[in-house]
């Protein structure tokens, strides 16, 4: 039997204040009011800072593939990365929260010139979920908005 998982500490919030109120509500319901975000699955999704070193928890939109987690890095079609996926490129490993289930896993960004199959088949997934994302890719210019796979370890 594996060793129950354990979260790293101390986790510090999104400092934008609607999304630190909704990550409060999934902690302290274990998901039951949160995970449905308008409509939508949402995750918990902890990142160790790269120049900070703190480990710091957003609530994103998820998708599924097999027994994977897919995450869109829109920053609602900014010309910049998220700092979330930024902060994962320094450390692929993430702490990560999905309705009551709680587990490390290794994020990786889908490559879109070698991928581009399971990027398109992976973006459509996540479009059928949130279809404004094609708007944000629109809105991002030349930014190609990076689709992630968190693989549990």
């Not at 999104?14 to 319901?29: A, F, L, M, Q």
Request: contains cysteine.
């Amino acid at each position: 039997m594996n060793a129950p998982q354990v979260a790293p500490s101390p986790i510090h919030d999104s400092p934008t204040e609607w999304v630190r109120d909704h990550i409060d509500r999934y902690v302290k319901t274990d998901g039951a009011d949160g995970h449905d975000w308008n409509g939508v699955p949402c995750c918990l999704v902890t990142t160790k800072g790269r120049k900070s070193g703190r480990w710091v928890r957003s609530a994103l939109i998820y998708g599924r593939d097999g027994d994977d987690v897919v995450l869109i890095a829109s920053k609602g079609g900014a010309p910049e990365n998220p700092l979330w996926l930024e902060n994962m490129a320094e450390n692929a490993d993430v702490w990560l929260q999905v309705g009551t289930d709680k587990y490390w896993a290794t994020a990786r960004v889908v490559d879109p010139t070698s991928e581009a199959a399971l990027r398109g088949r992976l973006w459509d997934t996540m479009k059928a979920i949130w279809p404004s994302y094609d708007e944000y890719q629109t809105k991002a210019g030349s930014r190609v908005i990076p689709v992630v796979v968190l693989t549990r370890r």
